[in-house]
């Protein structure tokens, strides 16, 4: 069953498009920004926490100088579709640091996507040898390597509308 979004209006928006930009800004410097004071700001932040909207505050790191210089999208087709089997496998792989994305699929003649980060081929062939080809159920595994990043982008558009 699909569930209804959440409803925002123009501050909630407005927070949020400045919250994607930059979690760090303080409560007083985000109310500003808002042109709201800083109460009812922390009132929306925390409302929009407590839907479930605002799922957390990261920072984002440059993969490049922490020497991660590879990043791996890796098609993987499983044995058997089983609650069981998919279930072991999503647990398995999300527990890999390198691991900076797992999706299931459908469309490919995978079963999952993931996307994954390393130094380098020497390190990403350890990690597909040493863990993603040794998981139970992994019947096929593709690789691809991402030469250049186009767009990569973690913001999500706040005013979509299909055209």
Same mark, same amino acid.
């Given at each position: 069953?699909k ?7 123009r501050?909630?928006r *407005?927070? =949020? !498009?400045?919250?994607?930009e930059?979690a $760090? ?9 808002? +042109? #709201? ?8 932040? *925390?409302? =929009? !926490? ?5 799922? $957390? ?9 922490? +020497? #991660?210089e ?21 647990e ?6 390198e ?16 996307q994954?980060v390393?130094?380098?081929m020497d390190?990403?062939?350890e ?15 593709h690789?691809s390597f991402?030469l ?11 005013d979509y509308?299909?055209?």
């Open positions: 069953m569930s209804e979004p959440h409803r925002l209006d501050y909630d *407005r927070i =949020l !498009e400045i919250l994607q930059d $760090s800004l303080s409560n007083q410097a985000l109310a500003d920004r808002v +042109g #709201l004071s800083p109460s009812p700001c922390l009132r929306r932040v *925390r409302a =929009l !926490e407590q839907a479930g909207v605002l799922l $957390s505050r990261v920072a984002l790191l440059d993969r490049r100088s922490l +020497g #991660l590879l990043t791996a999208l890796i098609h993987i087709g499983m044995d058997r579709h089983t609650p069981e089997r998919f279930a072991h496998f999503e398995t792989v999300a527990s890999y640091a691991v900076q994305h797992c999706y299931l699929i459908t469309g490919q003649s995978a079963d999952y996507m993931l994954v390393v130094p380098d390190a990403y062939q990690f597909l040898l040493r863990r993603i080809t040794r998981l139970e159920g992994v019947d096929s595994v690789s991402v250049r990043r186009v767009v990569d982008r973690t913001a999500l558009p706040l509308t299909p055209t």
